[in-house]
DNA sequence: TAAATTTGACCCTA
DNA sequence: TAGGGTCAAATTTA
């Protein structure tokens, strides 16, 4: 195990470790919910900043390699063509200049990033149909990011999420990947964000798109925060993201190991 | 009723 | 001309 992959697990043993505590907590004592909230943010905290690590080990690996084709290897990769065009199909979206490939048992709907889908194709020589989604400010900040989505295996279900291009809207930087509040506002460093683009300058979402985003993030963790019956679905359920999933996959991860075994 | 999704048609390249 | 990516009207959803 390098150090890349020490780190990522030190964050997720700590990620454990607090969901542990939140788990044991008496849910009837009102006076706890600050601590059960406080709790609460660290588990995010130490996924995001596991997911960081992963994401930059990746980005190293790729540095170093080279020629294999984006539809032979996985998760990520980059090649350098020319972008597709406004109408039709000028190139191949997967022979465009930015992309980052993924696979995962599950798909990758909750990515941090508000998609709005724009088609839906059969692929031939593929049982399954492709997905296409374009960044949902596409037209509000002419962000051009896309990612599609395809089911690539049936048995066990894999699925492949490929990003193409870079985002320039502003909102990722506030609300992407988890919606972590800090107690403290001037605490930039609460957000550990993972990113597939560069970051702008002009931050101006519109209102409404900001409160539709806050909601639906929102609205994510109502559905999959503090369900402590879901602990047990810790290694393979939704109610962990499936980014952390795969790291936990990737690393053989067992979600009961002890501070010990990874020290040993 | 506005926003999001679906789906058939269209466009373009290989 | 087949195949893949996108558009936009129709439909669904909240």
Redo the contacts with the bound molecule.
């Keep these: 195990m390098n150090s890349y992959q020490q780190k990522a697990m030190e964050k997720l043993l700590q990620g454990r470790g607090c969901a542990n505590q939140l788990l044991v907590m008496d849910h009837t004592e009102s006076d706890s919910s600050m601590e059960r909230e406080d709790l609460a943010k660290s588990v995010l905290h130490c996924f995001s900043d596991a997911l960081s690590i992963l994401i930059d080990t990746n980005e190293h690996q790729d540095d170093h390699s080279n020629n294999s084709s984006p539809q032979e290897s996985s998760p990520v990769l980059e090649s350098g063509r020319k972008p ?11 022979e465009s200049s930015d992309y980052h490939r993924h696979e995962s048992p599950t798909p990758i709907y909750h990515d941090g990033f ?13 049982d399954h149909q ?5 960044c ?1 400010y596409t037209k509000d900040q002419n962000c051009e990011a ?1 990612k ?1 989505v395809q089911k690539i295996q049936h048995s066990p279900p894999l699925y492949s999420t490929t990003y ?1 291009g870079q985002h320039t809207c502003q909102l990722h930087q506030a609300y992407a990947t988890f919606p972590i509040e800090t107690s403290d506002p001037e605490d930039h460093e609460g957000s550990h964000m993972i990113r597939f683009g560069q970051p702008n300058t002009s931050f101006s979402p519109s209102a ?2 900001l409160r ?1 985003h806050q909601n639906q993030n929102q609205n994510h963790m109502e559905d999959e925060y503090m369900k402590p019956e879901k602990a047990e679905e810790w290694s393979s359920s939704q109610w962990m993201s499936s980014e952390v999933a795969h790291a936990v996959e990737a690393f053989e991860f067992n979600p009961f190991w002890t501070s010990h075994d990874l020290s040993s």
């Design positions: 597709p065009h406004k109408r039709g199909r000028k190139t191949s979206m997967a508000l998609w709005r889908k724009y088609g839906q194709k059969q692929i031939k020589e593929s492709r997905s296409y989604y374009k949902a896309k599609q193409f409404n798109s539709q």
